[in-house]
Each structure stands twice: as C-alpha cells, then as structure tokens.
C-alpha cells in the first residue's frame, strides 16, 4: 500500500528517518558531474529535509523541491537559510497536486518512484514528470532495486522491467545501473539509478 502524507509527516516528527544522512546523494552528484548537466530550473520530488535540493541549489541550479510532509518541508526550509541558498520548498503530492513552477531542465527523486505500488501510478508519474520537463529535459530517479537477498524492512523494491514498463513511452532511458542508497542503514539498500531524457512526443509502440 503507498505511504500517505500523514504516515511520512509521522516519521519525520519521531525522526525515524534512515534514509536521511543529512548530506546529499553521492549518485546525484556523480551523474550532474558525468553527465554535465548544466544549471537550469530543476524539479526535486521527494525532497524530504533538503539536502539533495540545497546542494543543487548550491551548484547553480535553480530548485523547486515538493514533499508531501509539512515537517519534512519545514526542517529542509530552515536548513537552505542556514546554508544561505534559495530554494523553492512546497508541501505537494506529485500525482493529485499542481506544480506551480516550471518548465524544467533537470527533475530528481531519490526514492519517489518506488513508492508507488500499481504500474498505473508509476505510468502516471512519468507522464507528470514528461509535462514539467522542457524538450530534451532530463529525468534522474534513484529506486530501490529488486536485486540481491530479500529483506524484510526498507523501501519498497522494483525490477528493471517495472522502471522500464512505466517510463519507455514518455523518456529515453541513457542508463539504467545498479548502485545503492546513501543510508543510515548497516548494509545500504540496493538501487537502480536510471537517467532519463525527455522524447519529444510521447510514444504509443511500448
């Protein structure tokens, strides 16, 4: 069952948080710098307490970060006035609210995706994304993978053909590769990291 907005503003009040290690994703960084991916208006879903959308923020980007936990929002709020960055903080849900900014050149999710149970949902969310992108906008997701042993807690895990079955009509995929998650965790979760370009018409052959 996907998490409500209630169920994540509860962690984020108790600070159960193993996901959040309080720095940015060393596979955001890694892609913007591989792939160099200029500053440009980006979109962040997910954004949880910030740090992904400062560090973007700090490298130029211009960032809209959505989080459907006003806690999350707030805590990421006071951390970009510490840090002295402008950041666009908005407590939304990607699939039912609108996005008042945009178009994009960059959209980011560490773990929005994977949320996600029905393939209907995750075809809706790339869909979402494909309208807030410019032509030729990129799409970098961070998902949990379905490789390696089963575990019994942490995110939830899809396979390739999930990722590929939900944005294929709407993105060429540039890589698909498996990583991990930063984490608190002791063995960090296994992840795909899929980089995405925006196609110029959504295509109906897949």
């Not at 720095?23 to 160099?36: F, S, T, W």
């Not at 807690?153 to 991990?180: N, Y």
């Amino acid at each position: 069952m996907n998490r409500t907005r209630t169920d994540f503003d509860e962690r984020y009040r108790k600070g159960d948080l193993p996901w959040d290690t309080g720095r940015h994703d060393k596979n955001l960084e890694l892609v913007i710098r591989e792939e160099q991916i200029a500053p440009c208006p980006a979109l962040e879903l997910g954004a949880g307490t910030g740090s992904d959308a400062i560090w973007l923020a700090q490298q130029g980007f211009r960032v809209t970060a959505l989080d459907m936990s006003p806690t999350a929002i707030g805590i990421a709020r006071k951390k970009a006035a510490a840090a002295g960055v402008e950041v666009e903080f908005i407590v939304a849900d990607i699939l039912r609210d609108e996005i008042p900014s945009g178009p994009f050149g960059f959209v980011f999710d560490r773990g929005c995706f994977h949320t996600f149970d029905l393939p209907e949902e995750r075809s809706r969310l790339a869909e979402i994304v494909w309208r807030h992108l410019n032509p030729g906008g990129y799409w970098f997701s961070l998902i949990a993978s379905s490789d390696g042993p089963k575990r019994e807690s942490g995110p939830p895990t899809r396979s390739a053909l999930d990722i590929v079955s939900a944005v294929e009509s709407w993105f060429e995929i540039i890589s698909l590769k498996t990583t991990s998650f930063d984490s608190k965790l002791p063995e960090a979760p296994r992840s795909w990291a899929c980089l995405m370009r925006r196609r110029d018409k959504a295509s109906t052959e897949h």
